[in-house]
């Protein structure tokens, strides 16, 4: 069955740098579209970035624009998120996602198949 499993969560201060990985398998990866999301607590979850399948585009959600960056590995069926300069409102669980659509977009309940999340804690 198809898995997605996240990794590189945890604690951090306002202005550091994570990086989170996602690994994908039981599926053909470069068929996928891939997309991260974040949750915090009571709120619903949100676009944070997409990449396409090659690699070659991707778009971010305006708060995260120039501080993060998408990218994958298709050799390694990895997707990644660098997370440079947190801020205490990035604190949520962040969950990869993959959709076997060519067009990128942020539609939550479009994506395929996700994740069980990592949480991400930044401290000010």
């Known amino acids: 069955q198809v898995q997605l499993v996240e990794s590189g969560g945890g604690l951090a201060q306002a202005g550091d740098s994570l990086t989170l990985s996602c690994v994908a398998s039981?599926?053909?990866?470069?068929?996928?579209?891939m997309g991260w999301f974040r949750q915090a607590p009571g709120k619903k979850r949100t676009f944070v970035a997409v990449?396409?399948?090659?690699?070659?585009?991707?778009y971010y959600e305006d708060s995260v624009k120039g501080r993060f960056a998408i990218s994958r590995d298709n050799s390694k069926n990895t997707v990644y998120l660098q997370m440079n300069n947190v801020k205490p409102e990035d604190t949520a669980v962040y969950y990869c996602?993959?959709?076997?659509?060519?067009?990128?977009?942020?539609?939550?309940?479009?994506?395929?198949?996700w994740g069980q999340g990592a949480q991400v804690t930044v401290s000010a």
């Open positions: 039981g599926l053909y990866f470069f068929n996928y579209i």
């Open positions: 990449i396409s399948r090659n690699g070659g585009s991707a």
């Open positions: 996602a993959a959709d076997y659509r060519v067009t990128l977009h942020n539609t939550t309940d479009a994506y395929d198949y």
